[in-house]
Each structure stands twice: as structure tokens, then as C-alpha cells.
């Protein structure tokens, strides 16, 4: 039973935002880093993904949609994401085979929160969506048929930080990594015994500038410019993924 956990969402292939989070004394420190899933499809795939093997077993992994989404632009069905596309041509087979064998939930014992089920963004879909002020009656939808013992889900996929309770059970998002909906910065959750919703700030300039000269991706100034600096409000991204969560 890991009694802490560092959960890290959504890195979408950022590595100077990835380094900043793990040079973080308590990620350090932590028993165990669970990724839930969005891991390499950005600007930096190849580099995020060598830097989290390296870590070996102190990582657990949790695929995503976008993760599933760089195997299949490789096997000839393209993404509808640009930088998705030019990722999966990034990537090496060692690679490939990792994100193709991601498990879409892992859920493990955790000190202070119990049977804790870790998705991307529902228990049930990878795509599907939940917000902070989602409906119950759509949480009860997506959580049909999860074991009544779990107490804790901890998901990602919308890139905005929460924690709120949905029928007396715990739902945490820790944000995103790498394109954070809300403010500039590293966004991640502490797991046990209790929740600490976290923000790594680090110089978001000195980042945009590494992401522009290190990747070989065409737009990568103009993507880094974008969404490492956070460029959209939390109220902008409710308003656009509300539709998707059935309201």
C-alpha cells in the first residue's frame, strides 16, 4: 500500500513542465508517480517518454485517448490532432508497444483513501467527459457498474484541477501537465493519506523558448505559445467541453 502518490495528468509531451514537476521535493520523495494518461502527444514525445522509463518501476501508467491515438496514426488512421500525427511519426517501436499495452484503469490501495481507480477520463471512456459541475445524475451514468468499495477516482483528460465529492464518493482531477486550462504552471495532485491539488511554477518564457528549439515539430513555438503559457481560461474550457458532459 503506497501511502503517497504523486499523480501526474496529461504531460502532453512538455518536457521542461515534466522535469519541473519531478524535480519537486515530494514527487521525489513519493512512493509511487501514477500517470493517467495524455503522456507523449505533444511537441516533445520522444523525450518525455525516454525521461519516464527511466524512472523504472516508480511510475505506474495509464493509457488516454491520446495516447491510443499515436498508435493508430501509425498503424494509418490519423488523428484529428496535428501535432498527434507528427508525435506518432516521432515515436520508435519501443515506444509504440508501451502505449499500446497502457491499461485504461489501475486501481490500487492507498493509504488514507482506500481502493483508489485511476482513468483518464471516465472508469468506463477515454474520451468521455466530466466536469467540476457535472450533474449527479451524469456521474451516476459514467460510473455505472464500478465497484461499490471504490472510494476514491482520480481521472484526467479536461486539464483542469478538482476535488469534489459525487454521491459520497472521492473524485480528484489534478489538472495537466503540459497544457494546463486555468494559469501557466505544472498542475498535479498529492495522493494520502489525504488530497493536495499542486501548481509547479517554473519560467514558462525560458520553457516556450527550449519546446521552439528542441523539437523538430514544424509549429512548435506557435503550439508552446499557446498551451504552456495556459493561453485559455478555466471558464473558456467549461464553456466548450459543457456540451460533451450531456447537459
Do not use: K
Amino acid at each position: 500500500m503506497p501511502n503517497r502518490v504523486a499523480v501526474l495528468s496529461d504531460i502532453h509531451g512538455v518536457l521542461p513542465a515534466l522535469e519541473a514537476v519531478l524535480a519537486e521535493p515530494d514527487v521525489a520523495a513519493a512512493d509511487l508517480i501514477m500517470l493517467t494518461g495524455d503522456i507523449a502527444a505533444g511537441p516533445q514525445p520522444v523525450e518525455v517518454l525516454d525521461v519516464l522509463a527511466g524512472l523504472g518501476d516508480r511510475v505506474c501508467w495509464v493509457g488516454g485517448n491520446a495516447d491510443r491515438e499515436l498508435v493508430e496514426a501509425r498503424s494509418g488512421r490519423p488523428a484529428s490532432i496535428e501535432v498527434s500525427n507528427w508525435a506518432a511519426g516521432q515515436l520508435r517501436d519501443d515506444h509504440l508497444a508501451r502505449l499500446a499495452a497502457l491499461p485504461p484503469t489501475v486501481t490500487l490501495e492507498i493509504d488514507g483513501l482506500g481502493p483508489t481507480l485511476f482513468c483518464h477520463a471516465t472508469p468506463r471512456d477515454d474520451e468521455e467527459v466530466v466536469l467540476v459541475d457535472s450533474r449527479m445524475e451524469r456521474w451516476a451514468e459514467v460510473f455505472a457498474g464500478l465497484p461499490a468499495e471504490i472510494g476514491t477516482v482520480v481521472c484526467g483528460h479536461t486539464h483542469m484541477p478538482f476535488a469534489r465529492l459525487v454521491d459520497r464518493r472521492l473524485v480528484v482531477n489534478p489538472g495537466s501537465i503540459g497544457m494546463p486550462y486555468g494559469g501557466a504552471g505544472a498542475w498535479w495532485a498529492l495522493l494520502g493519506p489525504g488530497v493536495q491539488l499542486r501548481r509547479t511554477h517554473f519560467d514558462v518564457d525560458a520553457a516556450c523558448a527550449r519546446v521552439a528549439a528542441e523539437s523538430t515539430y514544424p509549429d512548435a513555438a506557435a503550439w508552446a505559445d499557446e498551451y504552456v503559457r495556459s493561453q485559455y481560461s478555466d471558464a473558456e474550457a467549461l464553456a466548450v467541453f459543457a456540451p460533451r458532459d450531456g447537459r
